[in-house]
């Protein structure tokens, strides 16, 4: 008969699962002694998670930053045009 794993490890951190609902740990050592503390629930930190990066505006790019690549960075349609009206050689 095959058991069920109950226990995920990444890195510092333990996954457990008991009753239907998983648990957060965090693998400190201390003085020698490998020490398991408790995080909380995945549930709540997954949930306070969601609220930190719904108040911050989102993870990843800042809006306030260039766009990606090589092109300089433009301030709306203003900037392109005036950008454009430079490079453009009178006849």
């Known amino acids: 008969m095959t058991d069920k794993q109950r226990r995920y490890k990444f890195g510092d951190y333990i996954l ?10 965090k693998l400190e050592t201390i003085n020698g002694e490998v020490k398991e503390t408790y ?11 969601l609220k930190l990066k719904n108040s911050s505006g989102g993870v990843g790019v800042s809006p306030t930053t260039d766009p990606p690549g090589f092109e300089p960075g433009t301030t709306g349609s203003e900037g392109r045009r005036s950008i454009l009206a430079e490079l453009r050689v009178p006849l």
Do not use: A, M, T
Request: charged share 35%.
């Open 16 to 25: 457990r699962e008991r009753k239907g609902r998983y648990y957060v740990y």
């Open 39 to 49: 995080v909380g629930s995945l549930i709540d930190i997954v949930e306070s998670y």
